[in-house]
């Protein structure tokens, strides 16, 4: 039985229960919402589930027709109308029944409660972070710098979610945690995926500072840390692993405590947008980017096809890109050494000289000596000729290029902007 004890006659019918366990093959969450949606149907048309079957399409159509102009009489929104219509409209299929005529739905993918959500700033992060105790912490950091879904933190009934085995890089000795590397890899398991597949990200330098810290304040307490050890122990333990819901109150509170009236998941489009940022200054390929959020893509299809392996080096050059762009997930700042700001000014030079962003991915800048950087950008320019195929206008000249069809390369730090020719 689903957590819907309001509705939870309805799996008394033993077609109900076959209907709603079929769902939650697919999706526990999902067979839960329609559990209520169609409960609150039945209960509104004071009918049955039985009953309901037995009428004519066009009796269930008007129905249906009724019941949005009462939710919406109500103040619905347009999403909510449309999930209740899904869910009635499944229990109908279940039973081969098709309503083929449409059905407008004022609004249907309209989400209000997300119409004045922005992203939050690094600086504004950091009073999450604050507001925030030890295991809030965690998990707020998790979501914003590893951009992890909600349920891989703990799953909708307790039952899987992120555990120490998932970071290989980590491991306790005594009553010390050890992070080997920083950024330190995370394994997501297809079970925690919501795409269904297996991917990896990475946890930045302040991330891993949160967890040790915190795993650490576990095992002071008396708890004693193995591989399968949940990353966020449940406030009370009748599962192993925290609810999906209870991650999500968890970050709430904190956001609140921070004073914003942000979702939880704002810290995942955080993530999102700040490697954007990263992307457009060279910093990390976009598909790299994808593959972190846990998105379907060229390098998912090539980790997927090579049973989930891929080669050390193109490991490495993920956690370089992931190290590079951490000074926009991070809301400390780290000391940044001579050979950082050398990298940073031989990028740009790079930019300038008509490389593009994923061309400087490819190339090992600290290894490079200031002999081969000059051939380097010697070669591209000699290569250029007269034909400028690259510019850098200011801010003010963008737009005029880009009307007549010059493409955007990258931002440079003093606020102009390279272009460069279509074709």
């Known amino acids: 039985m689903g957590s819907s004890p309001k509705y939870g006659w309805l799996l008394a019918d033993a077609d109900v229960r076959r209907w709603y366990e079929n769902v939650a093959r697919g999706s526990k969450v ?3 919402v329609y559990l209520r949606r169609f409960g609150a149907f ?6 049955s589930p039985g009953q309901l079957v037995t009428l004519s399409e066009s009796e269930l159509y008007n ?3 009724d019941y949005v102009s009462f939710l919406e009489g109500d103040g619905c929104a347009g999403s909510y109308v449309k999930s209740a219509l899904k869910a009635v409209k499944s229990w109908l299929a279940h039973n081969g029944i098709d309503i083929h005529r449409k059905i407008k739905i004022r609004g249907a993918d309209d989400t209000p409660t997300l119409r004045d959500e922005r992203i939050p700033t690094q600086q504004e992060l950091r009073r999450i972070f604050l507001s925030a105790d030890k295991k809030a912490r965690i998990a707020c950091v998790l979501v914003a710098h590893s951009g992890l879904r909600l ?3 703990g799953n909708y009934t307790g039952t899987d979610g992120l555990g120490v085995r998932d970071l290989p890089e980590m491991r306790v000795e005594g009553n010390q945690v050890i992070i080997e590397r920083a950024p330190t890899i995370i394994i997501v398991g297809s079970e925690l995926s919501k795409a269904g597949h297996q991917y990896f990200t990475f946890l930045s330098e302040e991330g891993c500072e949160y967890l040790k810290d915190y795993l650490e304040e576990r095992m002071a307490r008396g708890e004693r840390i193995t591989p399968n050890s949940p990353i966020i122990r449940p406030k009370v333990a009748p599962k192993p692993f925290i609810r999906t819901v209870n991650v999500g109150d968890m970050i709430r509170e904190a956001i609140r405590g921070a004073g914003f009236n942000w979702r939880p998941y704002v810290l995942r489009a955080y993530f999102d947008t700040q490697l954007m940022i990263a992307e457009s200054k060279g910093l990390i390929l976009r598909d790299y980017r994808q593959f972190f959020m846990g998105h379907k893509g ?9 049973k989930c392996r891929l080669p050390e080096s193109v490991i490495e050059d993920m956690r370089e890109a992931y190290r590079r762009s951490q000074e926009y997930l991070q809301t400390i700042t780290y ?3 001579r050979e950082s700001i050398v990298e940073e000014l031989k990028r740009h030079m790079l930019l300038v000289a008509g490389f593009t962003p994923e061309e400087i991915s490819k190339l090992d800048l600290r290894g490079l000596s200031d002999e081969e950087f000059q051939e380097i950008i010697r070669e ?3 290569a250029g000729g007269e034909d400028c195929v690259q510019r850098v206008v200011s801010l003010e000249e963008v737009d005029k290029y880009l009307r007549t069809g010059w493409l ?3 931002s440079l730090p003093d606020g102009r902007v390279i272009i460069k020719k279509p074709g």
């Open 30 to 32: 999902t067979a839960d």
């Open 380 to 382: 591209r320019l000699m």
């Open 42 to 47: 039945c209960e509104h048309f004071k009918t």
């Open 298 to 306: 060229d390098i998912e299809a090539r980790y997927t096809t090579n």
């Open 408 to 410: 955007y390369v990258a």
């Open 151 to 153: 349920m891989t933190l």
């Open 335 to 337: 000391g940044i050494g």
């Open 63 to 65: 129905m249906l027709l």
